[in-house]
């Protein structure tokens, strides 16, 4: 499998520590207010690289965190701490903003069929390891402390700008978006490890340390979670693309720091999902949420298409006309798995299957291209093939691409057995109405050609049409005109 690696900027074997096994990061969510869908972008291509690498035969060992504290405002450690932030709008405590938005993460994650990492650390949680790792930064002289903080000093790396190179100037005050000045750091490009002081006084979350009360930075949590639960070396490390500067950055730092070794070999970044006006985030006004999306009246699967039918590594502009033109999509080629047998026990081609299997393969194989993997989907109906192969191959794919395939395919199969069940019925029970435009005709006369028309009626329910044919020309014999309607029949004679 080649896959790219922006730590190298080229497409790379993918190659395990460990054979057999894989070890995967996770940059989880800070849970300060609802993820938005380009927050989820990022998770449901990681959700993607999850599973195909399990369906290549891997191991999967993977672990997320979860920000609940640290995360601030600004890029340079200065600002106002997220979840402290979301507490404040919403008048609670902050671990109850965490939880609330916690559950709520997951309750997306639901609707998109992103699989929750087996480990979920809360960096609430962790304390005592954020402590310990910062110490060890200490003693080996990687750290330094001012004005009561914990920093971490990048002038003892070879190189500290392992993603792209940046001048000293990209750090200073004004020339990018988030970072304000910090006097303590001895160089720009330090960060924070562990805070006792800044320059507000109500975080709500604090911890004794041997530096004084405070709380972890937002770096050291995912470096401390990942060494304890997924050991020195890390096979894969994922995120969106704005966590490569500084956050993966600095992970990277004081990892190795800390470890004495290379730390992480692949490091897999998702891009920016856009709207027309730039690149979404909760404070741009326009805030698209998993619930926005069916209120809107749209499936959350047909999302998670919208961006498998885009690379990972390429920007995707979101637009409500690009959501409609998904749905019919999804909708049309879930109406042409429907139209297969799906009850089919037929047996499975097994040259067939591996022919076609081999194009899902090849296409996750080049670096994750999910719009060809989506492609060989519909080459299966295309296949000459019989039915129980096509839904094999279907169910296969779908353990990737969790598109919900099979299940949305049953439940339309089971809706138009419902309504031609119904349809059925209200045939059965429909009253025939039967009409003689004719004046003068005998009472008997009538009596025997209504009889005639209910018996023709009762064969065609019957669909024995032989039957209702020879009674129409004994009708027509008598002189008898007939017109049929809807649940009606008039005649003359």
Same mark, same amino acid.
Request: negative net charge.
């Given at each position: 499998?080649?896959?790219? $690696?922006?730590?190298?900027?080229? /497409?790379?074997?993918?190659?395990?520590?460990? #054979?057999?096994?894989?070890?995967?990061? &996770?940059?989880? #969510?800070?849970?300060?207010?609802?993820? %938005?869908?380009?927050?989820?972008?990022?998770?449901?291509? @990681?959700?993607?690289?999850?599973?195909?690498?399990?369906?290549?035969?891997?191991?999967?060992?993977?672990?997320?965190?979860?920000?609940?504290?640290?995360?601030?405002?600004?890029?340079?450690?200065?600002?106002?701490?997220?979840?402290?932030?979301?507490?404040?709008?919403?008048?609670?405590?902050?671990?109850?903003?965490?939880?609330?938005?916690?559950?709520?993460?997951?309750?997306?994650?639901?609707?998109?069929?992103?699989?929750?990492?087996?480990?979920?650390?809360?960096?609430?949680?962790?304390?005592?390891?954020?402590?310990?790792?910062?110490? &060890?930064?200490?003693?080996?002289?990687?750290?330094?402390?001012?004005?009561?903080?914990?920093?971490?000093?990048?002038?003892?790396?070879?190189?500290?700008?392992?993603?792209?190179?940046?001048?000293?100037?990209?750090?200073?005050?004004?020339?990018?978006?988030?970072? =304000?000045?910090?006097?303590?750091?001895?160089?720009?490009?330090?960060?924070?490890?562990?805070?006792?002081?800044?320059?507000?006084?109500?975080?709500?979350?604090?911890?004794?340390?041997?530096?004084?009360?405070?709380? #972890?930075?937002?770096?050291?949590?995912?470096?401390?979670?990942?060494?304890?639960?997924?050991?020195?070396?890390?096979?894969? %490390?994922?995120?969106?693309?704005?966590?490569?500067?500084? %956050? %993966?950055?600095?992970?990277?730092?004081?990892?190795?720091?800390?470890?004495?070794?290379?730390?992480?070999?692949?490091?897999?970044?998702?891009?920016?999902? $856009?709207? +027309?006006?730039?690149?979404?985030?909760?404070?741009?006004?326009?805030?698209?949420?998993?619930?926005?999306?069916?209120?809107?009246?749209?499936?959350?699967?047909?999302?998670?298409?919208?961006?498998?039918?885009?690379?990972?590594?390429?920007?995707?502009?979101?637009?409500?006309?690009?959501?409609?033109?998904? /749905?019919? !999509?999804?909708?049309?080629?879930? +109406? *042409?798995?429907?139209?297969?047998?799906?009850?089919?026990?037929?047996?499975?081609? @097994?040259?067939?299957?591996?022919?076609?299997?081999?194009?899902?393969?090849?296409?996750?194989? +080049?670096?994750?291209?999910? !719009?060809?993997?989506?492609?060989?989907?519909?080459?299966?109906?295309?296949?000459?093939?019989?039915?129980?192969?096509?839904?094999?191959?279907? /169910?296969?794919?779908?353990?990737?691409?969790?598109?919900?395939?099979? =299940? !949305?395919?049953?439940?339309?199969?089971?809706?138009? =057995?419902?309504?031609?069940?119904?349809?059925?019925? !209200?045939?059965?029970?429909?009253?025939?109405?039967?009409?003689?435009?004719? =004046?003068?005709?005998?009472?008997? &006369?009538?009596?025997?050609?209504?009889?005639?028309?209910? *018996?023709?009626?009762?064969?065609?329910?019957?669909?024995?049409?032989?039957?209702?044919?020879?009674? *129409?020309?004994?009708?027509?014999?008598?002189?008898?005109?007939?017109?049929?309607?809807?649940?009606?029949?008039?005649?003359?004679?």
């Amino acid at each position: 499998m080649k896959l790219y $690696n922006t730590l190298t900027k080229t /497409r790379d074997e993918f190659v395990t520590h460990e #054979p057999g096994k894989c070890n995967m990061y &996770t940059c989880g #969510p800070t849970v300060y207010h609802f993820a %938005h869908i380009g927050n989820l972008r990022s998770y449901i291509m @990681e959700d993607i690289l999850e599973k195909y690498l399990r369906y290549t035969g891997l191991e999967v060992k993977r672990c997320m965190n979860i920000t609940d504290v640290g995360h601030l405002s600004s890029d340079a450690d200065t600002g106002e701490d997220k979840m402290l932030k979301g507490a404040k709008r919403e008048k609670k405590t902050v671990m109850e903003i965490a939880q609330f938005y916690t559950d709520a993460f997951f309750a997306d994650c639901g609707k998109l069929n992103i699989k929750i990492p087996e480990i979920v650390v809360p960096a609430t949680s962790y304390i005592p390891q954020f402590i310990e790792m910062v110490q &060890t930064l200490l003693d080996k002289g990687y750290a330094y402390i001012a004005e009561g903080n914990v920093y971490f000093d990048t002038s003892k790396l070879d190189e500290y700008y392992v993603f792209n190179k940046h001048d000293a100037e990209d750090l200073a005050v004004g020339v990018r978006d988030g970072v =304000e000045e910090d006097l303590a750091k001895r160089n720009k490009s330090d960060f924070v490890l562990w805070f006792t002081k800044s320059k507000f006084e109500d975080q709500e979350l604090k911890w004794d340390s041997p530096w004084g009360i405070g709380y #972890p930075g937002w770096h050291i949590e995912c470096s401390a979670i990942s060494v304890q639960n997924l050991g020195e070396y890390l096979d894969i %490390h994922c995120g969106g693309i704005d966590n490569a500067f500084p %956050h %993966h950055t600095n992970e990277i730092a004081q990892s190795e720091a800390y470890l004495g070794h290379k730390w992480c070999t692949h490091w897999f970044h998702v891009l920016h999902l $856009n709207t +027309n006006t730039g690149k979404m985030s909760k404070s741009s006004g326009e805030f698209l949420t998993v619930s926005l999306l069916e209120e809107k009246g749209f499936d959350p699967l047909v999302y998670r298409l919208f961006c498998l039918q885009s690379h990972y590594r390429k920007s995707l502009v979101f637009s409500w006309e690009g959501m409609e033109s998904t /749905r019919t !999509a999804y909708n049309k080629l879930v +109406n *042409r798995i429907a139209s297969l047998k799906l009850d089919d026990n037929s047996p499975v081609d @097994e040259a067939k299957f591996g022919e076609l299997k081999q194009r899902f393969s090849d296409a996750m194989d +080049n670096d994750l291209n999910t !719009a060809l993997a989506v492609t060989a989907v519909y080459d299966v109906l295309k296949a000459q093939t019989n039915d129980a192969t096509k839904i094999a191959l279907i /169910r296969d794919f779908d353990t990737v691409l969790s598109l919900g395939l099979l =299940e !949305a395919a049953a439940k339309v199969k089971k809706s138009a =057995e419902a309504e031609a069940a119904a349809r059925a019925k !209200a045939a059965e029970n429909a009253t025939l109405t039967i009409t003689c435009t004719s =004046e003068g005709v005998d009472a008997d &006369t009538k009596a025997k050609v209504e009889e005639l028309i209910t *018996r023709r009626a009762e064969a065609k329910k019957a669909k024995d049409f032989a039957s209702a044919d020879a009674i *129409r020309d004994e009708l027509t014999a008598m002189g008898v005109v007939l017109k049929d309607a809807k649940d009606s029949v008039s005649w003359s004679m």
